[in-house]
């Protein structure tokens, strides 16, 4: 498999030197030379195969070699060892459970899939690879459960003090053996500078294997279009005007469908759906696209307000047509075809929050709550096709706020509660390059 960057055709690496690099030196992302039709026998006979057998059926199409097929069947089997389950609401709308997994959000596929890949290509290495990771919560637990036991791999994860919810310190913090937590006596932005100067100081890389878990890393794209199919095969017949409904913030989901979408999935439409950092739903309807600083919102993790996957999403535009690139205005028309933008504030999506729990005895988070909203104001115009939300995280990951909403305490899967009771590991760090550096010399 090859790929290029989406600022240069002409930069191609190979899929392991992708995965380990994260981004290409130009700033662009890697995009895969190929994104190729999946076979025939598998799109009109999904209900067939099981969902790690649809995930395999991806990555043999899309790395075309790159790992031989046994070894590519246990990465995916490794990676993906939770459900993604479709429940139906009524027979317009339906819900996709994404997060079954270890963080009980959808990143889970992104960082396990990330995982076992990196465990592979780092396999024939002496030497320890340590992962590099600053987060402002969400993240850094969903690559600490990924990688939690990885062989050959260690996670130094940097997060700022005081500034991440309980629960997400306990998710960073409780895990040990090969799951290092640092806690930075700073911001987020402090966290970031201190592993930005890891990688730039050449002493310390030539005596220590460093890389990034970064979001924007091909291997989690990938995975991410597994959960496509499997949502389309869990439909009941006749499977028409199949529309998705994406929550979305650095639009790296959306991104993904547009990948299942080009391997033969079906798709009558997307609908990107976004809180009021509406960057995305704007360039749809007006076609110009103006990122801004983020503004705070009750669905924090979609709080982008230049979403890194966007210029995936031209580049993916741009060339559906296979020759020469088409105008800004004929990428934006064809774009426009494909999917719809809406955005929503807070005070809607609680309502809808409530309004769901009502009718439908459905406890959604605050996230799915605004892709129900996109997909209702769709469905309005368009009453005739059927929607799949997209769930990105469990509402009880957003607890306090769910229960204020609902007006009661609402239920904690057993894997939280038995979180809570763990006992938090974590090393004190200043800001000070020196300090990190040392202390990544005397530990690693
Ligand atoms: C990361 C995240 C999103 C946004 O996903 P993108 O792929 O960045 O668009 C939505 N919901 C939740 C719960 C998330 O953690």
Request: overall charge negative; proline content about 6%; some cysteine.
């Amino acid at each position: 498999m090859q790929l290029y960057s989406t600022k240069n055709r002409d930069i191609q690496v190979d899929l392991k030197q992708a995965v380990f690099q994260g981004l290409p030196e130009d700033n662009g992302l890697f995009m895969p030379n190929d994104i190729p039709r999946l076979p025939e026998h598998l799109l009109k006979n999904l209900p067939d195969y099981s969902f790690t057998e649809i995930g395999f059926q991806i990555c043999k199409a899309l790395f075309q070699g790159s790992i031989p097929d046994a070894d590519l069947r246990h990465i995916v089997e490794e990676a993906i060892n939770f459900p993604a389950p479709l429940v139906r609401l009524d027979d317009q709308k339906a819900i996709l459970e994404l997060f079954h997994g270890p963080s009980l959000a959808f990143k889970d596929f992104g960082a396990r899939f990330m995982a076992q890949l990196m465990s592979y290509f780092n396999r024939n290495e002496d030497q320890e690879l340590t992962i590099l990771v600053a987060t402002s919560g969400d993240t850094g637990g969903a690559v600490a459960a990924g990688f939690h036991k990885t062989p050959g791999i260690r996670v130094v994860i940097l997060y700022p003090s005081g500034k991440v919810s309980a629960l997400q310190e306990k998710q960073l913090t409780t895990l040990g053996h090969n799951i290092t937590a640092l806690e930075v006596d700073g911001t987020f932005d402090d966290c970031q500078a201190l592993v930005k100067q890891a990688f730039l100081d050449h002493e310390l890389r030539s005596s220590i294997r460093i890389s990034s878990a970064n979001s924007i890393n091909i291997s989690r794209l990938v995975p991410q279009s597994f959960y496509y199919f499997e949502a389309y095969k869990q439909l009941a017949s006749p499977k028409e005007d199949v529309v998705f409904c994406i929550p979305s913030g650095n639009f790296g989901n959306l991104t993904a469908g547009l990948l299942a979408y080009k391997m033969g999935l079906p798709v009558h439409q997307f609908i990107a759906a976004t809180n009021k950092n509406d960057v995305v739903p704007e360039y749809l309807e007006a076609g110009n696209y103006q990122p801004r600083p983020s503004v705070r919102t009750l669905s924090n993790a979609m709080d982008v307000g230049n979403p890194s996957n966007f210029s995936r999403m031209i580049d993916i535009f741009a060339t559906a047509k296979g020759k020469g690139i088409p105008s800004n205005q004929g990428i934006w028309k064809d774009m426009n075809k494909l999917i719809s933008g809406f955005s929503f504030d807070d005070q809607t999506t609680e309502e809808a929050v409530k309004h769901i729990f009502e009718t439908y005895n459905y406890l959604i988070d605050p996230h799915g709550a605004v892709g129900y909203l996109a997909l209702d104001a769709y469905q309005k115009r368009f009453p005739n096709t059927k929607g799949i939300i997209l769930e990105t995280a469990h509402p009880a990951k957003f607890k306090e706020d769910m229960d204020r909403i609902i007006g009661k305490e609402i239920p904690v899967p057993e894997r939280l509660l038995e979180l809570s009771s763990r006992k938090k590991e974590a090393t004190a760090m200043s800001i000070d390059y020196p300090n990190f550096r040392t202390w990544l010399f005397d530990n690693l």
